[in-house]
């Protein structure tokens, strides 16, 4: 299982911005 904090550093490293980022956020509450 991987937590939010860390699937989003996980998807800065591959290059998500934080757009991106902002919208995976809220498409895994």
């Given at each position: 299982?991987?937590t939010?904090?860390r ?23």
């Open positions: 299982l991987i939010p904090e699937g989003q550093s996980e998807l800065y490293k591959i290059g998500y911005d934080s757009e991106h980022t902002n919208v995976y956020m809220e498409s895994i509450k």
